[in-house]
């Protein structure tokens, strides 16, 4: 099987309802695909006439489904007429074996919706039926590409809109606005994508009770320079904090090898000496952990190419973001977090717990300056499967 790229378009009712995660999920678990790029759009109306016009065109799926799903595309990705904001709408791309079939069995087909939860759209989609076999009402939930041919169209289309169409929507129709209104940043940590599974998906979920509204979304790998910029304010509390354990820690091994009691003012100076090193271990750790990296080790030359372990970076706003996000994310310590928060739900232990997210709109905003949630993935992936 050739490994290819496809792409979902998780509609903009499936988002403002908080069921992208459970779309991701779905998909992610039953293809063993990987999610290797996102991106939110809020498309011009010019954007998604010619989207339209490609789903009509496209030789891939019955006539009737296809002016169907255009039709739908035609009225419901565009600027909403009523307040002139623009609908969301996240692009994921999925690489691996088989994808294009793959997701074409996993979205499902329009005509054949059951109520089995087969299939993305028995789950998140819906068509309702008069008694003479009308449509009454239509919801597909995702749009995809079912052949190569439509996929490269599709991609070579969106491509062209995405610096100007794609980002962080803050205007998007149906997001906050208002003295109180903030913009947070969550990263999904690397642990959840060691495989393809249901994980990110579900952290989603979770943060959906939030009532947020998701404005940006990126596939991300740090690299070594922006992780030590990013989680540089920690090295200088470990470098401190761990002083006094390490002092204490070392005595007892020492007494435990040697049969050493050190006086207190021997224990200070080793704790002096040592705890920096140990604080800075702990440090270069967090930064392994989060770019599959370790710095020492990566040449002053390399350290801002991009990491070999993924996240997922997602950027929240609403009114008391920052606060909200953090009350579902829980403690540090997924062991003193509380039922339904993520770190209970997913964490590990302090450093492998699921998440992150900003404790403050000011290091929301330095944090987005350090990983850039609006810059396009999206072009370098078309590119390297289908630009020739």
């Not at 030789?59 to 799903?69: C, G, R, S």
């Not at 990566?298 to 929240?316: A, D, F, M, N, Q």
């Not at 739900?345 to 900003?358: L, Q, T, V």
Request: charged share 30%; net charge neutral; with cysteine.
């Amino acid at each position: 099987m050739a490994v290819e790229l496809a792409f979902v378009l998780v509609n903009p009712y499936s988002i403002s309802k908080s069921r992208t995660g459970g779309i991701i999920s779905r998909i992610t678990s039953r293809t063993g695909l990987d999610l290797v790029a996102t991106r939110m759009f809020g498309p011009s109306q010019e954007l998604v006439d010619r989207y339209a016009a490609i789903l009509r065109e496209a030789k891939d799926m019955p006539a009737e489904e296809a002016a169907i799903i255009a039709d739908h595309v035609q009225h419901n990705y565009g600027p909403n007429p009523r307040t002139g904001r623009r609908r969301r709408v996240l692009m994921l791309l999925f690489e691996g074996d088989d994808a294009i079939a793959k997701i074409r069995d996993a979205v499902g087909s329009l005509r054949k919706l059951t109520t089995s939860g087969e299939s993305v759209r028995d789950t998140f989609g819906d068509l309702i039926l008069d008694d003479q076999g009308k449509i009454q009402y239509v919801e597909p939930a995702v749009t995809i590409g079912r052949s190569l041919e439509t996929i490269k169209k599709v991609l070579a289309l969106w491509s062209e809109y995405t610096d100007r169409d794609g980002g962080l929507i803050d205007d998007g129709d149906e997001v906050a606005e208002g003295a109180d209104v903030q913009r947070t940043l969550v990263i999904i940590k690397p642990d959840n994508f060691r495989f393809p599974s249901s994980r990110p998906g579900n952290i989603i979920d979770l943060f959906s009770a939030s009532g947020l509204r998701i404005i940006g979304a990126k596939i991300h790998r740090m690299s070594v320079a922006e992780g030590e910029e990013f989680y540089g304010p920690v090295q200088e509390v470990l470098r401190n904090k761990l002083k006094g354990p390490v002092a204490e820690r070392a005595n007892a091994a020492l007494k435990e090898e040697f049969g050493l009691t050190l006086s207190e003012e021997v224990k200070k100076q080793l704790g002096e000496l040592v705890g920096p090193c140990f604080g800075d271990e702990q440090f270069y750790q967090i930064i392994e952990f989060m770019t599959g990296q370790r710095p020492p080790d990566v040449p002053p030359t390399e350290k801002h190419k991009p990491g070999t372990s993924r996240c997922l970076v997602l950027i929240y706003k609403g009114a008391n973001a920052v606060e909200r996000i953090r009350k579902i994310l829980g403690p540090t310590d997924p062991s003193k977090a509380g039922p339904g928060s993520v770190r209970k739900e997913y964490g590990k232990d302090i450093m492998i717990n699921a998440a992150h997210a900003s404790d403050s709109p000011e290091n929301a905003v330095r944090e987005m300056g350090i990983v850039k949630p609006q810059a396009d993935t999206i072009r370098p992936w078309f590119e390297k499967y289908y630009k020739n």
